[in-house]
């Protein structure tokens, strides 16, 4: 898969098959669209592309109006969403920079200059309530006569449901933000990951006893946060039982740097660099800012106590890293 920050260069705007949106997740109604996608490319002889954004056009207007609580949480890094459309089968992804100049695109505009010169399109399939341009002016309606005057066909997807309730994005943040695991692994076709290098932290964790496996959070506004049973993948031939803590660590940093910390039950081995998945499972507090180390500690300690019996009362098989070896 050819990934493009921006639109491609003349050389490479070869006729294409398109879609867009944010793509957050790649839930199953994202799938759904991507499989309808794949197979009217084919049988046109298209390329298939994905146009997506960053950041996130509504994290843009919240941070240009100053209040960022009006962004929507994040629930992939670019680095899982670009993973998650190289799975479906995407040939190419334009990471469009989403800025003043952008969202000041008018309709017509964004329809010559991005849909028609800028990538060529041929075919065009998007969700049913789709709108751009500035102000949200264009619609399905306006995007179908464009396609008429330009040379594109248009096609629209209706809503993919669950259980009767619509598959979006938003009811991912909120079954997140709620722990309800269960109901995010139905939304999106597969349990809730986030993967990364390890990279180096402050060591903190080792020296407490509890050694852990730190993965960089690029966004501010994670879709979950506090103390999670998790299992981690990439670092065996099985997932390893582990408890992790995603957020800002209010006892011993106030950066407000977000950070995943991951510790492996009974596992020392280095690993820094390594790229792993950390699967959550259950939620088992809230993060929270001690009186010191000594209170920190105890409470990591309670955590990992919990989160091992929690893998016992799942017959998981496995409550230490050594089991799954």
């Not at 669209?33 to 084919?42: H, N, S, V």
């Not at 619609?139 to 993919?160: C, D, K, Q, S, W």
């Not at 619509?166 to 692994?185: K, V």
Request: include cysteine.
């Amino acid at each position: 898969m050819k990934v493009f920050r921006g639109l491609p260069n003349a050389e490479s705007r070869a006729p294409c098959a398109l879609t867009i949106g944010n793509f957050d997740g790649v839930h199953r109604g994202h799938q759904a669209l991507l499989a309808r996608l794949r197979e009217a490319a084919d049988l046109r002889n298209l390329e298939t592309a994905v146009m997506t954004f960053e950041p996130h056009p509504r994290e843009y207007f919240a941070q240009r109006a100053g209040d960022l609580s009006k962004a929507p949480t994040r629930i992939a890094s670019l680095r899982d969403k670009l993973q998650s459309l190289a799975n479906a089968g995407v040939d190419r992804v334009i990471v469009e920079h989403f800025n003043a100049h952008f969202a000041a695109l008018t309709p017509d505009e964004f329809v010559s200059r991005v849909l028609v010169e800028g990538l060529h399109v041929k075919w065009l399939i998007v969700g049913e309530d789709f709108c751009y341009g500035a102000r949200r002016a264009g619609n399905m309606a306006t995007l179908m006569e464009a396609g008429r005057r330009h040379g594109f066909e248009v096609e629209a997807l209706p809503t993919v449901s669950n259980d009767g309730s619509r598959i979006s994005s938003s009811a991912i943040r909120a079954a997140l933000a709620a722990a309800d695991f269960d109901h995010a692994r139905q939304l999106l076709g597969h349990g809730y990951t986030v993967s990364g290098h390890v990279i180096h932290g402050q060591k903190l964790g080792r020296t407490l006893g509890f050694p852990t496996l730190n993965l960089r959070i690029a966004h501010r506004r994670p879709a979950l946060s506090g103390i999670f049973v998790v299992q981690v993948h990439g670092l065996a031939p099985q997932p390893l039982p582990a408890v992790a803590s995603l957020g800002v660590r209010p006892t011993v940093d106030d950066s407000g740097r977000v950070l995943l910390e991951t510790h492996l039950f009974d596992y020392n081995q280095q690993c820094y660099g390594k790229l792993i998945r950390v699967e959550f499972l259950a939620k088992l507090r809230d993060e929270e800012k001690y009186d010191g180390l000594a209170a920190l500690t105890a409470a990591i300690r309670n955590d990992e106590e919990q989160a091992r019996a929690w893998f016992r009362q799942h017959n998981s098989g496995a409550v230490s890293a050594t089991d799954r070896i």
